[in-house]
């Protein structure tokens, strides 16, 4: 298959998923290596923000999806009639930070972070799916171990977990979030109202003929 072809064709890929599309599954699909599919995404994403497009291509750590450019998110936000999702809170963050830098991990280390109980927290973000439970933990009870998703990295704008703030050195056995870790927390907020400010609209939030 010549480049131009594969280009159209990973283009006519994304465009029907609506949603991430793992890498691994493109490749099974076309019968072409990672490093192929690797470049031939990042020539897509490049050709769309060098002319302007309407639409981005996005590296999700291992995956690829499409959606709008984001300096348009606000026109199609109206002309759609849809709102952007409330801000997070204080305990969200909190919470958010804990899984996102000692994923996969369990209620019960969130609690002895934040020296508070997380139910009700754990339940919001497992709504909003920025986390999602990813295994049991071997003990008794097999308590559930959450990680964060793809949802998270757009959230927050980042292509993978290595794109994090860098944590400060909080030890794993420190019964609370220091204010070191609080430190992390407002940065990740940052980052957030970075990401709302310029967000992309995913086309799978947009009616579109097949």
Request: charged fraction near 30%; hydrophobic fraction near 35%.
């Amino acid at each position: 298959m010549e480049v131009k072809e594969l280009e159209s064709t990973i283009e006519g890929i994304l465009f029907a998923a609506g949603d991430a599309v793992e890498t691994g599954r493109i490749c099974a699909v076309l019968e072409v290596d990672k490093p192929t599919v690797d470049a031939v995404c990042k020539r897509l994403a490049d050709y769309y923000r060098y002319e302007r497009r309407g639409i981005r291509l996005l590296k999700l750590e291992d995956a690829y999806q499409i959606c709008s450019a984001p300096e348009f998110a606000e026109v199609i936000r109206r002309t759609l009639e849809t709102r952007k999702p409330p801000r997070l809170s204080q305990a969200a963050l909190e919470v958010l930070s804990v899984i996102a830098y000692y994923q996969p991990t369990t209620r019960a280390y969130i609690d002895q972070m934040r020296g508070v109980d997380s139910a009700y927290t754990v339940g919001l973000l497992l709504e909003r799916e920025l986390i999602e439970t990813c295994g049991q933990l071997a003990v008794p009870g097999r308590p559930n171990l959450y990680c964060t998703t793809q949802c998270f990295l757009r959230t927050f704008g980042f292509s993978s977990l290595e794109e994090l703030p860098e944590l400060p050195d909080v030890p794993r056995e420190d019964g609370q979030v220091t204010m070191e870790m609080q430190a992390t927390v407002e940065r990740l907020r940052m980052e957030q109202e970075t990401a709302e400010d310029t967000s992309a609209v995913l086309l799978e939030e947009v009616p579109q003929s097949r």
